[in-house]
């Protein structure tokens, strides 16, 4: 167990809709950052937050958006949902920021299957 | 940019087999590597990390030499069990944003191990 928490573990929604993963971090950390799983594409990363502030960006769409919140978890949300948006999306944490070496702890993640 | 490429698997091999599954980068100044694991059904566990050339990071029998000059860091196990089965991922921290810190993947590596 890392530690990090996603829900929901599974989920299946119809194209166009919105949906909304939730994850809390490991206990202190201060980063999370979310990747995309997906057949075609592999590991993408998405997004990172620090302490509540956008610190990286990866190849996340416009359709998608996340946001840290003061408790320090943290939501990605999806919406106008296509087939090709169905993946499997991890959360991870760390303690730091901006640290070479940084240790980062995956969640299990959240299967989404568009329909 | 940044890039991680491994070999491509499937990997089978007989339980007390060697084991190397190739990794090479390209990376801007000096990230840190990384092998994560996922067995099936679950999320990325960290297995080893080393953070300057040189290094060997090592953990539950694997091994893995950060090799600056091939820029490399392949990962090896003498005796390998059927409980190693899962997909390896080989990955390095991307050190071109200034203000946080992601991971760059490699495609993974699929080990099945038999008895």
């Known amino acids: 167990d890392s530690g990090v928490t996603q829900t929901p573990k599974h989920l299946i929604t119809a194209t166009g809709q919105r949906v909304t993963l939730r994850c809390s971090p490991r206990s202190g950390d201060l980063s999370v950052y979310w990747y995309q799983q997906s057949l075609d594409q592999g590991l993408q990363f998405l997004i990172q937050?620090?302490?509540?502030?956008?610190?990286a960006k990866g190849n996340i769409l416009e359709r998608f958006s996340a946001q840290q919140f003061p408790d320090l978890h943290s939501e990605l949300n999806l919406s106008s949902l296509e087939l090709g948006d169905s993946a499997l999306y991890f959360c991870?944490?760390?303690?730091?920021?901006?640290?070479?070496?940084?240790?980062?702890?995956f969640g299990e993640g959240s299967w989404l299957t568009v329909v | 940019g940044n890039s991680v490429t491994q070999m491509e698997g499937p990997v089978t091999l007989s339980e007390e087999a060697f084991l190397t599954i190739n990794c090479t980068y390209t990376a801007t100044g000096y990230p840190s590597l990384f092998w994560y694991v996922q067995y099936p059904g679950e999320g990325l566990q960290l297995l080893l990390k080393a953070t300057k050339a040189d290094d060997k990071g090592s953990n539950k029998g694997f091994e893995a030499t950060y090799r600056k000059e091939t820029t490399s860091f392949h990962l090896e196990k003498g005796s390998v069990q059927v409980s190693d089965s899962a997909v390896y991922f080989c990955a390095l921290s991307d050190l071109t944003n200034q203000a946080g810190t992601a991971l760059i993947f490699g495609k993974g590596t699929t080990l099945s191990v038999s008895s």
């Open positions: 991870a944490s760390s303690v730091a920021g901006q640290h070479s070496g940084n240790t980062i702890y």
């Open positions: 937050y620090y302490n509540g502030e956008e610190r």
